[in-house]
């Protein structure tokens, strides 16, 4: 199967690529390195990758690419943490809508016109944002309220292409809902906004390696946003990679929606210990509450069951062992001056 994946320079994507190739598919990843800058993969020359660098929004680049493509995967977008929602609320909604159109204008005209079999969205736990049903299944997307943040709100919108461009053009698709990546090779994004949490910078509003860092130069109490009684679950990016895979290979997938994630449930504050205890031992734990952001979501708790009944996909790498992966490489980060 050849797979174009948009936003190939990501964070997920690197885990997911690097999952395709494995599985013997090809992928033509397309990326304008406007978030990281450049950066290297592992697969950079793997004999079935292929990278071309430029924007996504550009659709005749887009058609060139996808001319003999089996599948498009739309995860080109402007993202990051949750201050990044704040400092970029019009840019997210707009310049998200402009790729995100792009990659459909491409996906009906290469189903019409050549092979393509399907569109895959790359949608977000953000679109939950305003529900009250816990856990989340699929279906209650379509029972609560919109989202209240520009990236919640723009992530549902491209949830409404894949049923308008199905509805109109019989352009099946399939979107998916990850839920908190945690792994190795994630960067604070060019365009991300400084701002301190006690005495320390934060890394790119995303908790893990704010948490790291923090404790890796001896914040002490360590500060935690909000009360940290958020939940949240935390998914190992080769978990996430698998799910995806099996979302794009199987025919069950076609015109559904599934969330991507691990079933454990961890507060921000239970996170923040197990990080604290992993770096420095048996010292005893303080940390105090910082003000929280406006868009940041007390639970997100997906319901599980759709992906493990249709795909047979369960997440099964625990926390303690993504952590044991990740503490170490974000550790060198921050010594080296990278975060």
Known sequence: MKIVWT??????????????LNNGHEVVG????????????????HPKYTFIEGDAKDIELMKKASKDADVIVSGAAMIGGISYFHEFAYDLLAEN??????????????HKEKKLKKIVVMSSSMVYESTDQFPSPETAVETSPPPISTYGFQKLACEYFAR?????????????????????????ALSDKEIYSGNVKLAMSHVVPD???????????????????????????????QGIRLCIE??????????????????????????WHKLNGDKPFKYTSDKAFEHDVQKRIPDTTKAK?????????????MLDE??????????????
């Open 7 to 20: 936003g190939a320079a990501g964070f997920i994507a690197g885990y997911t690529i690097e999952e395709l």
């Open 30 to 45: 397309i990326d304008n390195y406007s978030k990281y800058g450049k950066v290297e993969k592992s697969y950079d020359k």
């Open 97 to 110: 809508e402009r790729i995100t159109a792009a990659a459909f204008d491409t996906a009906v005209w290469a």
């Open 164 to 188: 308008g461009g199905w509805e109109q053009y019989q352009l099946p698709y399939t979107i998916i809902r990850p839920f908190n990546c945690v792994g190795i090779g994630e960067k604070r």
């Open 211 to 241: 948490l790291v860092q923090k404790i890796v130069k001896g914040q002490d109490p360590l500060h935690i946003l909000g009360k940290g009684n958020q939940v949240r679950h935390y998914t190992y990016g080769g978990d996430l990679a």
């Open 250 to 275: 199987k025919k069950e997938a076609l015109n559904n929606d599934f969330n991507i994630s691990t079933a454990q449930s961890t507060t921000v504050l239970e996170l923040a210990e197990k990080i």
């Open 309 to 321: 009944k249709v795909l047979g996909y369960e997440a099964t790498t625990s926390l303690d062992d």
């Open 326 to 339: 990740v503490i170490p490489w974000i550790k060198e980060q921050v010594e080296n001056g990278n975060i």
